[in-house]
């Protein structure tokens, strides 16, 4: 069985064709609006989310299928205590395809191992999240045309955002790709990224402190928010929740067709002003998440033979 836990779960192939599946699914909507009529779609959500369960949801509503789920521990058996692994093996009773988002880094790994029916990771505590990755490649490549050749500069919380994380091992793969990470020294990306990306000198990365150093290189700038439920203080989340601010002032020195990605919920790294840039992609973003996951979720029923 094929499950998406970790972005490198899918090769550079892989990734291609599921984002011509999405590119043809927006052209061409009517075409998908029955192919998964009588199926089912679980959303097992131990953490909240408002873009990534309902673009699920939509996704598979959209495909004609059905859904069901949860949209937190507190209102599952989690809460009296089940297990995950109990919790998917009783679920693929009933959905056949899961997708899942749990605090604990590694969660919807293990469910992988226990469930009888397709796993997708929607987010795991800091670690990854690779269907947001899949609508991060969608959106670069239908806003810039590629997805070699570029300098992607990654703002904010680095430490503990999960997507960044993804982002950056699902790039690491395509050509001439140069990062340019920016953030506070207490959020720079873990070692273990560190490790498993950089190590082998394939790929460098550059380190700075601000945005304004950098801005007028950038073809794609990532901002993130600081990841307050990650933080085991909470003087340190107010301390450097706002070390980024991006404003129309800090643009200014921007190139003209640079896009602005975020995988939202934004709280204040974007100020609002820049919403009506041109340059800015994150509402599209969202959308392509929904087309993205369409793809994957045909993708991933037809490799199960369901
Ligand atoms: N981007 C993202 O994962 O958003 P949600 O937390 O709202 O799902």
């Known amino acids: 069985m094929k499950h998406l836990i970790d972005p490198m779960d899918l090769t550079v192939e892989e990734i291609d064709k599921l984002l011509?599946?999405?590119?043809?699914?927006?052209?061409n909507r009517e075409k998908?609006?029955?192919?998964c009529e009588g199926k089912k779609l679980?959303?097992?959500?131990?953490?909240?989310?408002?873009?990534?369960?309902?673009?699920?949801?939509?996704?598979?509503?959209?495909?004609?299928?059905?859904v069901l789920g949860f949209s937190s521990s507190d209102s599952?058996?989690?809460a009296k205590g089940e297990s995950v692994a109990d919790t998917v093996k009783v679920v693929s009773c009933y959905a056949d395809i899961i997708a899942m988002r749990h605090p604990k880094e590694g969660a919807p790994c293990l469910a992988a191992m226990k469930a009888d029916a397709p796993i997708i990771n929607a987010g795991d505590g800091g670690h990854n999240h690779p269907t947001q990755t899949l609508t991060d490649l969608l959106t670069i490549r239908r806003e810039k045309g590629r997805l070699d050749n570029l300098t992607i500069g990654c703002c904010g919380d680095l430490k503990f955002g999960r997507t960044v994380h993804s982002l950056i091992k699902a790039m690491s793969r395509y050509a001439n790709i140069h990062f340019i990470m920016i953030s506070p020294q207490?959020?720079?990306i873990p070692d273990y990224l560190v490790e498993e990306v950089f190590s082998d000198g394939k790929l460098n990365y550059e380190q700075v402190r601000t945005i304004d150093e950098v801005i007028d290189r950038l073809d794609v700038l990532y901002m993130t928010r600081v990841q307050r439920e990650r933080f085991f203080n909470e003087a340190d989340y107010i301390r450097l929740k706002d070390t980024y601010i991006?404003?129309?002032?800090?643009?200014?020195?921007?190139?003209?067709?640079?896009?602005?990605?975020?995988?939202?919920?934004?709280?204040?790294?974007?100020?609002?002003?820049?919403?009506?840039?041109?340059?800015?992609c994150y509402f599209r973003q969202a959308l392509n998440g929904k087309y993205v996951r369409m793809a994957l979720i045909l993708k991933l029923l037809e490799e199960a033979g369901k």
């Open 186 to 188: 207490e959020l720079e």
């Open 20 to 27: 011509d599946l999405a590119d043809d699914i927006i052209a």
């Open 246 to 280: 991006l404003d129309t002032k800090k643009l200014k020195k921007a190139k003209p067709d640079l896009s602005i990605l975020h995988p939202l919920p934004r709280v204040n790294e974007i100020s609002v002003e820049v919403d009506d840039d041109p340059r800015a």
């Open 42 to 66: 679980a959303t097992l959500f131990f953490e909240p989310s408002t873009r990534t369960r309902l673009s699920f949801e939509a996704a598979m509503m959209e495909l004609g299928g059905n």
């Open 32 to 35: 998908y609006s029955k192919k």
């Open 76 to 78: 599952s058996s989690a």
